[in-house]
């Protein structure tokens, strides 16, 4: 039986942001000031390892480039690495914490490609086969290293290429203009035009696929329909992967644990089709 001295000692409060991630190693891959941006690795068990230099899926968390969890695709990132995927949930400089543009957040997921490819040999990983995932301003920030030039950190070493090779974009902000999303966050309108992914599409950009909720009130539907059409104009594979009178963030998984396993099945198709995992020997129940 608890004392009455027990019953008045509470206990610490859970940090459900550093629970989800205990599994993981953790890395510090880019300092910048007092500023330290971590990585979180998941590597496979060594019987889902392959043989050869692994694939990677680097997942970017949700946000206005303001907020969010480096935590919350965490389950995505244990999924991958049991499919034999070096799996990283990559922190990056978001306003409320950091006093940051939307600028700094795109110069993080620049760095970030980089820390990859840099350290592969030690990591064990194949820096030909690297998927950039993210949602919403991470969506943006990983498809910017991908379709846009400039946007780097100050003095980082830009002759690495920071572009993945496959693209996973959940709810992506693709149009910064007023029409748009964020525009009035970026330091001048001009910089925000310059971001704008809906203009930035041309030929021969690392194949995608993206996932968005038609009830979505924060970033239209529409928008992430008429990229991918504009991308397939340009011959580059772009697939759109819509679900009816879903909203922003539908994809998580506290959110419905069956819409994220069917996103996760049609992801897990895709990157088998691109050559980045093996089959999975249990059937997939989403395809293209």
């Not at 953790?26 to 889902?48: C, H, R």
């Not at 350290?119 to 995932?133: H, M």
């Not at 979505?216 to 697939?239: G, H, I, L």
Request: glycine share 8%.
């Amino acid at each position: 039986m608890p004392t009455e001295e027990d019953r008045h000692v509470k206990s610490a409060p859970i940090d459900r942001n550093r629970e989800l991630l205990k599994s993981a190693r953790e890395e510090i891959y880019k300092s910048v000031g007092d500023v330290n941006l971590s990585a979180f690795l998941w590597t496979p068990e060594a019987e889902k390892m392959p043989p050869y230099p692994m694939s990677v899926i680097a997942f970017f968390f949700s946000s206005g480039w303001d907020n969010g969890q480096v935590s919350q695709f965490a389950p995505h990132c244990v999924y991958f690495a049991s499919r034999g995927m070096m799996a990283v949930a990559f922190e990056y400089r978001v306003s409320a914490k950091h006093d940051s543009s939307p600028l700094h957040s795109m110069a993080d997921a620049r760095s970030a490609m980089r820390w990859l490819r840099m350290n592969a040999i030690e990591l064990g990983i194949n820096p030909g086969k690297i998927v950039g995932a993210g949602g919403s301003g991470g969506a943006h920030i990983i498809a910017s290293a991908a379709m846009l030039k400039g946007f780097d950190e100050l003095g980082e070493d830009d002759s690495m290429p920071c572009s993945p090779n496959a693209l996973a974009l959940f709810n992506p902000i693709l149009d910064t203009s007023k029409k748009g999303f964020g525009l009035e966050r970026f330091p001048t309108p001009d910089l925000a035009k310059k971001a704008n992914l809906i203009n930035a599409i041309g030929p021969k950009l690392p194949p995608s696929v993206v996932f968005h909720g038609t009830a979505d009130r924060v970033v239209p539907c529409e928008t992430s329909e008429y990229f991918a059409k504009r991308m397939k104009r340009k011959r580059n594979r772009c697939e759109i992967m819509t679900y009816e009178g879903l909203g922003h963030g539908f994809f998580n998984f506290n959110v419905s644990f069956d819409v994220y396993q069917s996103t996760l099945n049609v992801l897990d198709s895709f990157l088998v089709e691109e050559g980045f995992i093996e089959p999975d020997p249990n059937d997939q129940v989403d395809q293209f």
